[in-house]
């Protein structure tokens, strides 16, 4: 039986990045507008930490009962390593995913009742991810989810419900905060191409092949700084992003250097404390102006 300890890694805190970075830009980019609501954010927050613990346990599950993570290098899974049953993993997933729902419907009850729908999306496609039948992270998706979910809806989600619209520096926020997600999911699956290509999980990774993967975790990477550039015509203070440039050299090093297996996990982590980094700086320089 899974200790606490053992429950929290694989819930893979490292990613919760993630879930914080569009929270704080997607916030920002609303007090840029002069309509950032604290309570609003926290509740955005919630529904966003709920989805990334959620889709971890998911695919926790779903890899595990397929036998994915029989040989897997990278951080502990609980269903992998047999230290939790499918059942209690299945479950757990589940109650992140109901909490993400109340705090998500809330936010649409006081915003716009079609956020209800984009909710039930971002759910269906944390549980597609690699759960069902022919499931997208299987197929090559794995990345332009991660970018549309963490990044567009996360960031322009938060932004919307406390400013009641979206602008066109919510939406480079968006595209640099996905760019970062997607750099992590890149790190990981490049780190697992081995893995990946024995069990049959066909990430985009498996398709690029190693050295074209390694290519698009730096262009990746890159996006943000050419956003933080943009940025200025809103505030001189953007600028202050170019403090995250680098953790986000730190982050590449692993990748450009030719490192393979766990030699890369340090890539994920970096990656996601200098989007972590990029977003808390961006998102205070947009609440000067």
Known sequence: MASVSQWIEGARPRTLPNAIA?????????????????????????????????????????DGIRGTDDERVGPLRLVGSKLASPAAVK??????????????????LLSAWWLVLVGALCILGAWYYTGGKKPYGYSGFGEIAVFVFFGLVAVLGTQFVQAGRVDWV?????????????????????????SDTESGKITLAVKLGDARTRILHLVLLIVPFVVTAALVVRTPWAL?????????????????????GPALIPALAITGQSMLLWATATGLALGLT
């Open 240 to 260: 202050v992003g170019f403090v995250a440039l680098p953790l986000a050299v730190r982050a590449n090093a692993p990748v450009r250097g030719g490192s393979r």
């Open 22 to 62: 569009p929270v704080l830009a997607g916030t920002g980019a609303a007090a840029s507008l002069d309509a950032a609501v604290w309570w609003k954010a926290l509740l955005a927050l919630i529904v966003s930490l709920s989805l990334i613990v959620g889709v971890n346990f998911a695919n926790d599950y779903s």
């Open 91 to 108: 479950t757990a997933a589940m109650l992140c995913f109901a909490v993400a729902a109340v705090a998500g419907l809330v936010l649409a």
């Open 170 to 194: 919510g939406l480079l926020a968006a595209v640099a905060v996905g760019s970062y997600s997607s750099a992590v999911l890149v790190a990981n699956n490049l780190r697992d191409i081995p």
